[in-house]
């Protein structure tokens, strides 16, 4: 993918990497803080995302799928940075979304001759057919901005103390002194910035999956809706904390990862 890879920089994806050493290092530095228990320790960045998207479905649910991707949104910068991104067009998550739909552009097989004749990436750019390199430098600008703005962000606020924390702050304060600091922070960096473009699509999918499943199942929604109602406080939301006292609505949402999965369980 020479294009995708070499040309628009995003070869710091280790979902686009081949697999070797530097792939198992990216993918440990994902591992060490999305395991299955430390995930726990963004629950309540999961639960202020989840309590914007409720809020404004209550004053506009017409466009659902445009919330459900604001809501994955800031979820995400949240996680990954400790960012609030509450506004629609926030300047991370719009620089994300151009670099996002830009990749999903050139990962179609057969748009750009240059993941076929791969040589073509030396061409210059003021060649009649060289476009593609012109688009390509855009692109790749966009890519990095991805990648080192919001990163920096969080330092800046580590360095006055006003920073939230997140997968960032607490790979910084984690990180190992040695004399390849410089090389752990960029893992660190390029993980972070590798979350959008990994959970955004997924987390869409799954929530108007489990949205479908319930209009689609009038019964379930009703029993579902029934739990809540038992299990919880009157004028209260559910939390993680609840888990335990809704057994439908944890089927549920397996369920609806059964149904139409979006990615290989």
């Known amino acids: 993918m020479a294009m995708i890879n070499e040309l628009m920089g995003w070869s710091f994806d280790f979902g686009l990497m081949p697999y070797g050493d530097r792939w198992r290092r990216y993918r440990q530095c994902m591992h060490k803080h999305f395991h299955s228990t430390a995930v726990s320790q963004f629950q309540l960045h999961e639960l202020k995302a989840t309590h914007g998207l409720l809020r404004r479905l209550l004053e506009d649910s017409n466009d659902i799928i445009a919330q459900l991707r604001h809501m994955a949104a800031e979820t995400i910068f949240l996680v990954a940075y400790g960012l609030p991104v509450q506004d629609r067009d926030n300047p991370y998550v719009a620089t994300a979304e151009r670099g996002l739909m830009h990749l999903n552009a050139a990962v179609v097989p057969g748009t750009f001759l240059v993941d076929i004749f791969p040589l073509l990436k030396y061409v210059p750019e003021w060649m009649p057919f060289a476009g593609f390199k ?24 580590i360095g006055n103390g006003s920073y939230i924390p997140s997968f960032v702050s607490y790979g910084l304060a984690n990180m190992e002194e040695s004399e390849n600091m410089e090389h752990q922070e960029d893992t660190l960096k390029s993980t972070a910035a590798a979350l959008y473009p990994a959970g955004l699509e997924t987390t869409v999918s799954v929530i108007a999956i489990c949205i479908l499943g319930l209009l689609s199942n009038p019964e379930a929604l009703r029993k579902a809706q029934q739990e809540i109602d038992n299990a919880i406080t009157p004028g209260q939301l559910p939390t993680f904390k609840d888990k ?15 149904w139409q999965n979006v990615a290989p369980l």
């Open 244 to 258: 335990d006292s809704l057994p439908y609505i944890t089927a549920t949402v397996k369920e609806a990862l059964r």
């Open 134 to 157: 012109r688009k390509a430098r855009e692109w790749r600008q966009l890519t990095l901005d991805m990648i080192n703005i919001p990163f920096k962000e969080v330092k800046r606020k």
